[in-house]
């Protein structure tokens, strides 16, 4: 019998604003099919995700700010692309940015592009939408 942590569909997001953060991880909580792995640089989901191998875990959903220190979102979401077993992953970069040159980044590498909600009412919305990305059910559990 698989473990219930197991089940649970698992989202990789890095940004190094903490109260985006820190805000993103309260609002997917209330989805107990999702488990959210926060990391607050580029660099830190670089070396996870790069250490990643075929019977590993892999995330059904990869959440990545563009504008981090040293390695950016579009550094990560470029390398992920590199490699044939992460190539498929969905990645959202979600950014307070609404420059064409990154939404055409997003679709150049095949990624979502959703920019950061400027209310906090807003949030549901985005999160509906990527929890809808990651394959898990919309509803909360």
Do not use: W
Not at 72 to 97: A, H, N, Q
Not at 122 to 130: A, D, K, S
């Amino acid at each position: 019998m698989r473990e219930e942590h197991t089940e649970k569909r698992l989202v990789l997001f890095a940004d190094d604003d903490r109260d985006d953060l820190d805000l993103v991880c309260r609002a997917l909580e209330p989805f107990e099919s999702i488990e959210l792995k926060p990391f607050l640089y580029g660099g830190q989901i670089l070396t996870h995700i790069e250490k990643l191998g075929p019977s590993d875990r892999l995330p059904c959903l990869v959440i990545l700010d563009i504008n981090m220190p040293v390695v950016t979102g579009k550094d990560v979401l470029r390398r992920m692309r590199e490699r044939p077993l992460l190539s498929s992953i969905p990645v959202v970069l979600f950014t307070t940015s609404s420059l064409d040159a990154d939404m055409e980044y997003a679709r150049l590498y095949n990624a979502h592009f959703i920019t950061k909600p400027l209310h906090t009412g807003q949030m549901e919305i985005v999160v509906r939408q990527l929890v809808a990305l990651c394959g898990a059910e919309v509803g909360q559990d």
